[in-house]
């Protein structure tokens, strides 16, 4: 049974269609790639997934609850976390204090905000820290961090509400391709060992084709395709628009062996 289940969705911001009609599913322990060429809608389907955006038509189910039109908070009580292109860290505060803070909302303890509160969920913020790889960097300031290390802390960040689905927004985007193999590759770890979905969107043909299990491709607000990584590199539609679509990209990402490399 799918975890996630999409239909219909439409969105348009005046007479621009920005999204039309996609529909899809994603199961749990499913790390899946929504891809497409600039502007083919990637964000905006993103967006009404978690709340930040009502659809104008379509619904969004999770495990046949319907969370369409739902509020981001809302969308994230009920099971789904989310990062984003750029990281939204607090700089000035500690790794532990910055994945603390969404627990202390996670289990409802925001009224407990006083001076306790650098105790609360500690340990469990550790934990999520060293799945992550950085727990030894746990007392730095968020504001001292190499970039590919803040990537990490959103996405202990992002599993702090112990999300079923978790919405990847360009997750190595700015990273150098040393530290975006590693993150997916954690990605993956995450979603076999937790049992969750993960839907992500990212331009680095080489990150998707080297992790998705499953791949969906947008263009012009529709979804033009849906398959595994090997079928859509040998899907001829999806070759021209990618080589026509000014991106700069040779091929659709190299041909992985085990281990992503």
Same mark, same amino acid.
């Given at each position: 049974?799918?975890?996630?289940?999409?239909?219909?969705?439409?969105?348009?911001?005046?007479?621009?269609?920005?999204?039309?009609?996609?529909?899809?599913? +994603?199961?749990?322990?499913?790390?899946?790639?929504?891809?497409?060429?600039?502007?083919?809608?990637?964000? $905006?389907?993103?967006?009404?997934?978690?709340?930040?955006?009502?659809?104008?038509?379509?619904? +969004?189910?999770?495990?046949?609850?319907?969370?369409?039109?739902?509020?981001?908070?809302?969308?994230?009580? *009920?099971?789904?976390?989310?990062?984003?292109?750029? $990281?939204?860290?607090?700089?000035?505060?500690?790794?532990?204090?910055?994945?603390?803070?969404?627990? !202390?909302?996670? /289990?409802?303890?925001?009224?407990?905000?006083?001076?306790?509160?650098?105790?609360? /969920?500690?340990?469990?913020?550790?934990?999520?820290?060293?799945? +992550?790889?950085?727990?030894?960097?746990?007392?730095?300031?968020?504001?001292?961090?190499?970039?590919?290390?803040? *990537?990490?802390?959103?996405?202990?960040?992002?599993?702090?509400?112990?999300?079923?689905?978790?919405?990847?927004?360009?997750?190595?985007?700015?990273?150098?391709?040393?530290?975006?193999?590693?993150?997916?590759?954690?990605?993956?770890?995450?979603?076999?060992?937790?049992?969750?979905?993960?839907?992500?969107?990212? /331009?680095?043909?080489? +990150?998707?084709?080297?992790?998705?299990?499953? !791949?969906?491709?947008?263009?012009?607000?529709?979804?033009?395709?849906?398959?595994?990584?090997?079928?859509?590199?040998?899907?001829? /539609?999806? *070759?021209?628009?990618?080589?026509?679509?000014?991106?700069?990209?040779?091929?659709?990402?190299?041909?992985?062996?085990?281990?992503?490399?």
């Amino acid at each position: 049974m799918a975890l996630l289940r999409v239909e219909g969705l439409r969105k348009a911001f005046g007479g621009v269609v920005a999204v039309d009609g996609v529909g899809f599913q +994603v199961s749990r322990g499913e790390l899946v790639a929504l891809i497409g060429p600039n502007g083919a809608g990637k964000t $905006t389907c993103f967006n009404m997934l978690n709340g930040q955006l009502r659809p104008d038509r379509g619904r +969004v189910f999770l495990e046949d609850e319907e969370i369409t039109g739902l509020s981001p908070r809302q969308v994230w009580r *009920k099971g789904v976390g989310r990062t984003f292109q750029i $990281t939204a860290t607090f700089p000035s505060m500690t790794v532990v204090e910055n994945v603390q803070m969404p627990l !202390i909302s996670h /289990h409802r303890e925001v009224y407990r905000f006083t001076g306790r509160a650098v105790r609360l /969920h500690r340990d469990e913020a550790m934990e999520l820290l060293d799945l +992550v790889g950085m727990a030894d960097q746990a007392e730095r300031p968020c504001g001292v961090l190499a970039y590919g290390d803040l *990537k990490r802390v959103e996405l202990a960040v992002a599993l702090a509400n112990r999300p079923a689905l978790l919405l990847m927004d360009e997750p190595t985007a700015g990273m150098a391709p040393g530290e975006r193999v590693a993150l997916m590759g954690l990605t993956a770890e995450i979603v076999k060992s937790r049992n969750i979905a993960v839907l992500f969107t990212e /331009h680095d043909m080489d +990150v998707v084709f080297c992790n998705a299990d499953r !791949i969906l491709v947008l263009n012009r607000g529709r979804l033009v395709a849906e398959g595994s990584p090997e079928a859509i590199r040998e899907n001829t /539609h999806v *070759k021209e628009i990618y080589l026509g679509a000014g991106d700069g990209l040779r091929d659709l990402g190299r041909v992985c062996h085990p281990g992503g490399t």
